[in-house]
């Protein structure tokens, strides 16, 4: 539908060095070290704080505690990446972690705090699941607000970054689309959200910044951006995309009717937090000798399996063994959020369910964040760059964030005085299609996608589940299709577009890995592979074709 020929093409208005696609930790650290020499704009599918990084409570993994070592993280990562991490990848990211702590401070961010034995102030530092020492450098327990309100204000006040709200990236433009021989990524259709119009804008790099894709489930931490569509876009481009079956269910969601996906930080059980049947009993000896502090996916498989076996809607985390003041002071947004629920935390446990949080696979790149295309980059939870492997440590994730924004900024630094001007790009072409009377399938379809995730494609999967899974996308692929061919697009048909091809990526994957391993559980194959290396799940848009839009 949206290319038009090539008598209608003209000549773009809006041309910037670099379009970076996400207001995000990843996207705005990235625009910040441009703009001090290229002309940026900076696309955001709402408001600007609408993304995971605002909603991040427990932290930044960084090596700063005196006992602590670079060697120590690489190893943790790599434990917790259950054989698939690259470890290039990994020593680069964890040795850039103090460097990246140190520009956030510069950019304003005030972290938590302590006075030493000596008088010397230094950074607290937290301790999560998989982390061998304290290595968590956090804002109290609203982390993820304080990087965001502060990214935010320096990007507001720079004269080479354009702040675009309430932009909605359609689709990318590349120059094989346009006819040309060499491939290369040169614009985007961008939808104004308030007033339905398309347009066409061009640039000389593109960067993909868009989160993850964990609204793909039912139940999810995630705010309502993470629909996959960076992934959907580079995929529908042309681009690799690697370990979808890798989703991190966090274990520790809040369970309550008023609550919409409010996370119970790690954090709490790094603090000492029990978690209890409703009976009162701890279950964890039950999993694994880390108890509380296993890998996330070790948690909430244990949690999954109390509920089922016991048909309870729910499990309780306890930290009310620590004094009042402690958790007032360490948990000030959690404390507040169950106090407003009547749940007082000081006194008594913490209603939790586990919940689609984290998206490990994404868009293939290299240690530059290169995607396939060139001149397109994928930076943040959108892409898979070998750190996490099967499974993320916990807040190894901002830090990937900031790592890769760094590497894109040099990469795009030292090549933009080569980087061709992107051509005159086509208008979106609206000539055949109408507005919808039929908003009522998009919701229906979105809400039968997501429920069908969780049941078939969730925390414990198996053969026949994924296979159920997949002859029912590809009913909603169809009908999702000819929708999208007749009507007018919205942001919620885009969303629902992208997470029905998400999804599809997601079950194949899975349906590749004849094995158990990190985040990936199939009772068919409930252990790991060992008689060969590890293998990572590259799927190709060369060799499959997903669905009637692509
Ligand atoms: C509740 C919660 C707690 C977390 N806690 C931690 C933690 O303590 N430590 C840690 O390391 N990690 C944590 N994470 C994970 C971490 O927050 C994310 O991985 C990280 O913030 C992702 O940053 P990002 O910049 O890649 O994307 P995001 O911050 O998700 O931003 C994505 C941006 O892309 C934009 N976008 C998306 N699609 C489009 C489109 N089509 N067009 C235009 N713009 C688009 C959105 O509007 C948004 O601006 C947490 C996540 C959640 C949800």
């Known amino acids: 539908m949206p290319i038009s020929n090539s008598s209608q093409h003209t000549c773009p208005s809006l041309n910037y060095d670099v379009l970076i696609f996400g207001s995000g930790c990843a996207g705005l650290s990235l625009a910040l070290k441009l703009a001090g020499s290229l002309r940026v704009a900076v696309l955001s599918k709402f408001a600007l704080t609408e993304g995971s990084t605002f909603y991040a409570q427990g932290g930044i993994s960084a090596v700063l505690h005196e006992q602590d070592s670079i060697a120590s993280h690489i190893e943790d990562t790599l434990i917790a990446g259950?054989?698939?991490?690259?470890?290039?990848?990994?020593?680069?990211?964890?040795?850039?972690?103090?460097?990246?702590?140190?520009?956030?401070?510069?950019?304003?961010?005030?972290?938590?705090?302590?006075?030493?034995?000596?008088?010397?102030?230094?950074?607290?530092?937290?301790?999560?699941?998989?982390?061998?020492?304290?290595r968590i450098v956090h804002t109290a327990d609203a982390t993820g607000k304080?990087?965001?309100?502060?990214?935010?204000?320096?990007?507001?006040?720079?004269?080479?970054?354009?702040?675009?709200?309430?932009?909605?990236?359609?689709?990318?433009i590349t120059t094989s689309k346009l006819g040309h021989s060499e491939e290369r990524a040169c614009g985007a259709y961008v939808l104004e959200n308030l007033s339905g119009k398309i347009k066409s804008m061009a640039?000389?790099?593109?960067?993909?910044?868009?989160?993850?894709?964990?609204?793909?489930?039912?139940?999810?931490?995630?705010?309502?951006?993470?629909?996959?569509?960076?992934?959907?876009?580079?995929?529908?481009?042309?681009?690799r995309v690697a370990n979808m079956e890798f989703m991190q269910f966090h274990p520790t969601c809040l369970y309550h009717p008023h609550a919409r996906s409010f996370l119970?930080?790690?954090?709490?059980?790094?603090?000492?937090?029990?978690?209890?049947?409703?009976?009162?009993?701890?279950?964890?000896?039950n999993y694994d000798s880390r108890l509380e502090l296993a890998p996330r996916d070790i948690v909430a498989r244990a949690i999954d399996s109390e509920m089922k076996t016991h048909g309870i809607d729910c499990v309780y985390l306890d930290i009310s063994h620590k004094?009042?003041?402690?958790?007032?002071?360490?948990?000030?947004?959690?404390?507040?959020?169950?106090?407003?629920?009547?749940?007082?935390?000081?006194?008594?446990?913490?209603?939790?369910?586990?919940?689609?949080?984290?998206?490990?696979?994404?868009?293939?790149?290299?240690?530059?964040?290169?995607?396939d295309i060139p001149g397109l980059y994928a930076i943040g939870e959108v892409a898979c760059t070998g750190l996490h492997g099967a499974n993320r440590m916990a807040s190894n994730s901002l830090l990937e964030c900031l790592v890769f924004a760094e590497r894109a900024h040099q990469h795009i630094m030292q090549n933009i005085g080569v980087f061709p001007d992107p051509p005159p790009l086509p208008e979106w072409d609206e000539s055949?299609?109408?507005?919808?009377?039929?908003?009522?399938?998009?919701?229906h379809n979105w809400d039968e996608l997501r429920r069908f995730m969780w049941d078939y494609v969730g925390i414990v999967r198996s053969d026949k589940r994924l296979k159920r899974a997949m002859h029912r996308l590809q009913l909603l692929k169809e009908e999702i299709a000819e929708y999208y061919?007749?009507?007018?697009?919205?942001?919620?048909?885009?969303?629902?577009?992208?997470?029905?091809?998400?999804?599809?990526?997601?079950?194949?994957?899975?349906?590749?890995?004849?094995?158990?391993?990190?985040?990936?559980?199939?009772?068919?194959?409930?252990?790991p592979d060992d008689s060969q290396a590890p293998q990572n799940s590259i799927l190709s848009p060369a060799d499959i074709k997903l669905s009637p839009q692509d």
């Open 323 to 371: 004094s009042g003041r402690f958790i007032r002071r360490h948990f000030p947004t959690i404390y507040k959020q169950c106090k407003a629920l009547d749940i007082d935390i000081t006194k008594r446990p913490i209603p939790v369910v586990p919940a689609a949080h984290y998206t490990c696979g994404g868009v293939y790149t290299d240690d530059y964040a290169r995607t």
């Open 264 to 285: 119970i930080s790690e954090a709490i059980r790094g603090e000492g937090g029990r978690l209890l049947l409703p009976n009162g009993k701890p279950f964890m000896q």
């Open 203 to 239: 640039a000389k790099a593109i960067v993909l910044a868009t989160g993850g894709a964990n609204k793909v489930y039912l139940y999810s931490t995630n705010p309502h951006i993470s629909t996959g569509d960076g992934i959907a876009l580079a995929w529908r481009a042309g681009c």
């Open 485 to 527: 061919g007749s009507y007018r697009v919205t942001s919620d048909l885009l969303e629902l577009r992208n997470l029905v091809i998400v999804a599809e990526l997601i079950i194949r994957c899975a349906q590749l890995r004849k094995e158990s391993r990190g985040l990936h559980f199939t009772k068919d194959y409930p252990e």
């Open 82 to 134: 259950g054989g698939l991490s690259n470890p290039d990848i990994v020593r680069l990211t964890v040795s850039m972690g103090k460097q990246s702590i140190q520009w956030l401070r510069e950019q304003g961010v005030k972290f938590t705090e302590e006075t030493d034995d000596k008088g010397n102030k230094q950074l607290h530092l937290h301790r999560e699941g998989g982390h061998s020492f304290r």
């Open 432 to 443: 055949k299609v109408c507005h919808s009377d039929e908003e009522v399938v998009i919701a």
């Open 146 to 172: 304080a990087v965001s309100l502060s990214l935010i204000e320096k990007a507001q006040l720079h004269p080479n970054i354009e702040l675009l709200e309430n932009h909605n990236v359609i689709d990318l």
